[in-house]
């Protein structure tokens, strides 16, 4: 991957991000539904309007995907996916837990990820085969050992009520409430991948895969994290779910994770846990 290509798409993801400053503020309350939705859609708008010519400019070549809720494969060849504000509904609110995440995909992998944290100024970078970096310092993963200690994370990474998918999330909650130190659930997802490649958190799940954490992912790939499916397979970017965790508590965390969805498989059958 060219540094060119690296520093276009920072400073591209960079303007987006002086965008947003100027429709964001600490004070936005929204009063209603109706005044929430249309400030979503503006602001994904502005940061899409910002990003598209620019990037089509870097990389002609590549297709466009900025739907953040999309997911399964993709056609062969290279693919900017874009988030145009990770944990949207925080920014409309006023909170400051909000990003911008580019990846660019090539031939089902990610190979290029940016995500901005514009509020902190965090520039979060990472190639395939170049490493993962925090405002230009090189990231590591976190080398804890034991869950005891680890700082665990998931999300709700698409909006709407999926009972099945709540009840499963409750469960590993529980489950993993009780072996981590402590877990929490918020969004953006792209905030908690961008943690756990900062060594801050140890570990993040999450039971519905898009294709927009791939940015995320590949932060936490090549900062030496593990990224595999909740069964323990590689992660693709098609995959169903995944777990993102610093090595010496992955395989701990995958345990706690398949044992709570077997108890609430057996939960729900009526069938005994083994």
């Not at 949207?88 to 990820?113: F, K, T, Y």
């Not at 932060?219 to 693709?236: F, N, R, S, Y």
């Amino acid at each position: 991957m060219s540094q060119e290509l690296l520093a276009a798409t920072v400073a591209a993801v960079r303007h987006a991000g002086a965008r947003m400053m100027t429709r964001y503020s600490t004070e936005s309350r929204q009063p209603g539904l109706p005044e929430l939705l249309a400030n979503l859609q503006a602001n994904d708008a502005a940061v899409v309007n910002t990003l598209r010519p620019a990037l089509t400019e870097a990389l002609p070549s590549a297709g466009w995907l900025n739907d953040e809720h999309g997911s399964g494969p993709l056609a062969t060849g290279e693919w900017w996916l874009i988030d145009p504000v990770g944990g949207n509904v925080n920014a409309v609110h006023g909170m400051p837990d909000w990003n911008i995440g580019v990846s660019l995909v090539r031939d089902g992998r990610p190979v290029l990820a940016v995500v901005y944290f514009p509020v902190l100024d965090e520039m979060f970078t990472a190639t395939e085969g170049g490493g993962a970096f925090l405002n230009g310092v090189r990231l590591r993963v976190s080398t804890k050992t034991s869950l005891e200690g680890a700082l665990a994370g998931t999300g709700q990474a698409k909006p709407g009520h999926d009972p099945e998918l709540a009840k499963r999330t409750g469960s590993a909650f529980a489950a993993m409430t009780n072996s981590a130190l402590y877990v929490r659930i918020s969004v953006p997802v792209t905030h908690q991948l961008a943690q756990v490649a900062a060594g801050r958190m140890d570990l993040h799940w999450q039971f519905d895969n898009v294709r927009s954490h791939a940015a995320g992912v590949l932060l936490v790939q090549e900062a030496g994290g593990v990224v595999t499916d909740i069964e323990g397979q590689p992660w693709e970017l098609a995959s169903e779910n995944y777990l993102a965790a610093a090595p010496g508590v992955h395989a701990a965390a995958l345990e706690v994770l398949t044992s709570s969805c077997c108890c609430q498989a057996a939960a729900v059958t009526g069938s005994p846990s083994w």
